[in-house]
C-alpha cells in the first residue's frame, strides 16, 4: 500500500526514500522521469481530497474512497493548468484532512524524512503536499487548509504555507472537511510565486490574467461574489503591485500576548522574539503588544465546530449514494447494516472519532452546550480580530449580541489595548516537528493542541501564512514556522510582507 505502482521508473534509491517518506499516493507515470519545464511551466502536487480526473485518483487517503476517480475536475487544479501547471502526483494526507501529522492515512504515515531511524513528522493534514515541495520534487503544492493544515505542515517541513481568505479562492471540487472554515493554500519555497499567483504583479502584461483573488466561481456557493470582491479589494492595497522591504517601514506588527503560552518551546519563543527585533531594526517596522483574550477557547470551539460540519458531510460515504461498499454485509438486511458494515470498515479511527464527537454536540440534548456556544465563541474570536487591526473587516457583522451570551468563563475586562495593528506576528505552531514515533500514540486531544496558534484565523476566515523561522538549537540551527496573519481581504499585502521577510 505503501508506494504508488508507476514509481517503477525511478532508480531504486529514490524509490527507496520515496517509500519511506510515503508522500505520494499516486503519481504521473512521466514525471519519475526528469523533464526540463518550460519557462511558463510548472510543477504542481495536488493533496488527494482535490478532485483531479483520471489517470489520479481522487482518495482523500480514505478506504472508503480507495477505488475513487472524479469525474470531474476541481476549479483551482483547472486554473493552475490554465497557467502552465503539470501535475506531478496526488499527495498524502490525514484521512479528509483530519489531523495534524499525517499519520490518519489509510496509505500509512508522511515522514519528512528518509531515515530509518526516528523519521520526523511531516505536518498534517497537507504533510505529504510540504514533503514534495521541501523536496524539490514540485514548485508548488495545493493543500487544504481548515484549520491549519497547510500552515503546519509548511512550518514542520521549512516551507513557505498560505491560507487565503475564506471565499476567496475556488472550493469546487474539494472535498469537504467542515464548510464554514474549509479553505484550498498553497505550498512553495518560496513566497513570491504564490504572491504572483494570487495577487498578480505589475511587471508583465499578462498581469490581469493571473492575479486569482479576482476568480468567483458560481459552481462554489461560498466563492465570493464579483462585485463583493472588487468592493474589498478596493478598501485594500497591494493587488498587483510589486514589493520590496521598503515597504515594511513604518507598518505595525501586533504580538499577541496570549500566544505566550506554557506549553511554548523557549528555542521558538526566543525565535519568535528575534523575529519582532529584525522587524523593528532592520525594516524599520513597529511591535506592539496585543491581546486576542479569546485564544484559548478558540482551539475547543474549532474541535466542536469542525467535527460536527465534519458529521454531516460525511454522512454520505454509505456505500448505497458514495463510498465502497462493504460486500460481505448482508445487503438485503435493513439498509442500517450495510451503513453500519460499509462506515466501520472505511473510515479510519480518527475519522470515526470525529464522526460521533460531532454527532453527539448536534444531538438535541447536547446542542445548547457545545454547538451553540461554540458558535458564539467564534463570534468572540472574530470580535478580538476586528480590535486589533487598523483595517476594518469588510465583512463585519454588527455587535449586537449581549454580554450575557458569552460563555461563563470568558473575562470581558479591559484587555483590549489601543493599538491597531496591520499584521500579526506570531508562531505557526508550539513546537518544532515532533518525532513520528511520538505522535503515532498520541491521544487525540493531545495532538489537538497543536493547532492552537492557527485556528483562530481559520474560525475568522482570516488570510495567515507561515514562513520559515530559523531556530537555535543543541544540535544545530532548526526551522520553525513564523506565521503572520492579516485582515479579511489583505492577503496581497500580507503575501507581499511575508515574501519582503522572507
Ligand atoms: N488539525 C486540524 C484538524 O484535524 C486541522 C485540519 C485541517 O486544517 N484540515 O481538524
Not at 9 to 35: E, M, V, Y
Not at 390 to 406: M, R, V
Not at 423 to 430: E, G, K, S, V, Y
Request: charged share 20%.
Amino acid at each position: 500500500r505503501g508506494s504508488s505502482p508507476s514509481l517503477h521508473h525511478a532508480t531504486l534509491r529514490q524509490h527507496h526514500q520515496r517509500r519511506l517518506l510515503n508522500h505520494f499516493i499516486s503519481k504521473s507515470p512521466s514525471s519519475a522521469d526528469p523533464i526540463i519545464p518550460k519557462t511558463s511551466q510548472f510543477t504542481l502536487a495536488v493533496k488527494d481530497n482535490i478532485a483531479t480526473t483520471s489517470p489520479f485518483p481522487t482518495t482523500c487517503a480514505s478506504d472508503i474512497l480507495s477505488n475513487y476517480t472524479s469525474p470531474i475536475e476541481a476549479t483551482i487544479v483547472t486554473q493552475l493548468r490554465s497557467l502552465g501547471a503539470n501535475i506531478t502526483g496526488k499527495t498524502n494526507l490525514d484521512e479528509f484532512g483530519m489531523g495534524s501529522h499525517s499519520t490518519h492515512s489509510a496509505f500509512g504515515p508522511v515522514s519528512q524524512d528518509s531515515s530509518l531511524k526516528d523519521p520526523i513528522s511531516a505536518g498534517g493534514s497537507s504533510g505529504g503536499s510540504a514533503v514534495a515541495v521541501a523536496n524539490k520534487e514540485v514548485d508548488l503544492a495545493l493543500g487544504t487548509d481548515t484549520g491549519g493544515s497547510v500552515r503546519l505542515p509548511a512550518a514542520y517541513t521549512g516551507v513557505a504555507g498560505y491560507k487565503p481568505s475564506y471565499g476567496m479562492i475556488s472550493r469546487y471540487g474539494v472535498i469537504p472537511y467542515a464548510n464554514s472554515l474549509d479553505t484550498v493554500g498553497f505550498l512553495s519555497r518560496q513566497v513570491k510565486p504564490i504572491r504572483e499567483l494570487i495577487a498578480g504583479f505589475n511587471s508583465t502584461e499578462s498581469a490581469e490574467e493571473i492575479a486569482l483573488w479576482k476568480y468567483h466561481d458560481s459552481k462554489d456557493p461560498t466563492s465570493l461574489s464579483l462585485s463583493a470582491r472588487l468592493r474589498c479589494a478596493k478598501q485594500r492595497e497591494g493587488y498587483n503591485k510589486e514589493w520590496d522591504q521598503t515597504r515594511l517601514n513604518g507598518l505595525k506588527f501586533g504580538v499577541p500576548l496570549e500566544y505566550n503560552i506554557e506549553e511554548l518551546d523557549p528555542r521558538i519563543r526566543d525565535a519568535w522574539a528575534a523575529a519582532a527585533e529584525r522587524l523593528e531594526q532592520k525594516f524599520g517596522a513597529k511591535i506592539v503588544p496585543v491581546s486576542l483574550p479569546t485564544t484559548k477557547q478558540a482551539l475547543a470551539a474549532y474541535y466542536v465546530i469542525a467535527p460536527a460540519e465534519a458529521s454531516s458531510n460525511l454522512a454520505k460515504y454509505d456505500g448505497v449514494r458514495y463510498g465502497k461498499r462493504n460486500e460481505e454485509a448482508s445487503s438485503d438486511a435493513a439498509g442500517g447494516v450495510l451503513y453500519a458494515a460499509t462506515r466501520g470498515k472505511g473510515f479510519g479511527e480518527e475519522v470515526k472519532r470525529r464522526i460521533l464527537l460531532g454527532s453527539y454536540t448536534l444531538s438535541s440534548e447536547a446542542m445548547d452546550n457545545y454547538f451553540i456556544k461554540a458558535q458564539k465563541v467564534r463570534r468572540l474570536v472574530r470580535r478580538d480580530f476586528n480590535r486589533v487591526f487598523a483595517l476594518e473587516n469588510p465583512l463585519q457583522e454588527s455587535e449586537t449580541f449581549e454580554l450575557s451570551d458569552l460563555p461563563d468563563n470568558i473575562e470581558m475586562e479591559d484587555k483590549w489595548g489601543p493599538e491597531e495593528v496591520d499584521f500579526l506576528l506570531c508562531p505557526t505552531a508550539p513546537t518544532l516537528a515532533p518525532k513520528l514515533a511520538d505522535v503515532v500514540d498520541q491521544k487525540s486531544v493531545d495532538s489537538y493542541m497543536n493547532d492552537v496558534f492557527t485556528v483562530p484565523a481559520s474560525l475568522a476566515g482570516l488570510p495567515a501564512i507561515s514562513i520559515p523561522m530559523p531556530v537555535a538549537s543543541e544540535d544545530g540551527t532548526k526551522t520553525a514556522g513564523l506565521q503572520l496573519i492579516g485582515q479579511y481581504w489583505d492577503d496581497a499585502r500580507l503575501l507581499g510582507v511575508a515574501e519582503a521577510m522572507s
